[in-house]
């Protein structure tokens, strides 16, 4: 089963809105990542968490972890529509050695110009 | 620098034929993984290697096969193709617990 499940499954909002999508994990995580992928491409990462971090920022994009509830929210500020694309959360178990990213089933984001 | 390479980037198979899915990486890192993604999911582990000569299980890796001879490449053998092996199928790279690098994916299908 997915280690990582995302709500909502599809947001739709308006430029210039904020866009939040939620990630919940059930295991011990190393760290946390956020990706992007545009239809018909590869996922593209965004911002990586450590589980001893409790929010980071990159431009636009702001991550929070709360290990305690085993969940982390991807904010997007000021949305483009150049944002529509989906995202997925990742989670790097501390179990496991090697690539073992666990994936959730992602949130489709449209931004309507 | 072209990252990581898939080919090809479409390929529809006969029921029982065998391909492979060819992946290359030439920022020599060590972590390789195959994913496949189905409509409205996310990714899930196929196979994946540590290094060259080391392979292991992911998620689901029944009726997948892969061998890691070099650094530099990943292939995935589809040994007798079925309808359910239609998917997307992603390579992705990574160093150390760093970020993955994905290709832009090998869309497959199985009549």
């Known amino acids: 089963s997915q280690q990582g499940e995302e709500d909502p499954q599809a947001l739709s909002i308006q430029e210039g809105e904020n866009a939040t999508m939620n990630c919940s994990y059930k295991t011990s995580i190393n760290n946390l990542q956020w990706y992007r992928q545009n239809s018909g491409r590869g996922l593209v990462h965004l911002i990586l968490i450590r589980s001893n971090e409790r929010e980071k920022h990159s431009g636009r994009l702001r991550v929070t972890l709360d290990t305690s509830k085993k969940s982390s929210s991807l904010l997007i500020t000021a949305s483009r529509a150049a944002d529509t694309a989906s995202y997925f959360c990742a989670t790097d178990a501390t179990e496991t050695s090697g690539s073992r990213l666990t994936f959730g089933e992602g949130t489709q984001l449209t931004v309507n110009p | 620098n072209a990252g990581v390479t898939q080919t090809p980037k479409f390929q529809v198979l006969k029921t029982g034929q065998s391909m492979t899915l060819q992946c290359a990486q030439d920022?020599?890192?060590?972590?390789m993984s195959w994913y496949r993604q189905d409509p409205g999911m996310g990714l899930r582990l196929i196979h994946y290697s540590v290094g060259a000569g080391i392979t292991d299980q992911g998620e689901v890796p029944n009726g997948y096969n892969v061998s890691r001879s070099t650094t530099e490449d990943f292939p995935l053998r589809l040994l007798s193709a079925a309808p359910s092996q239609t998917s997307v199928y992603f390579c992705?790279?990574?160093?150390?617990?760093?970020?993955?690098?994905f290709g832009d994916g090998t869309r497959l299908s199985i009549l």
């Open positions: 920022m020599n890192h060590e972590y």
């Open positions: 992705a790279t990574r160093t150390g617990r760093q970020p993955q690098h």
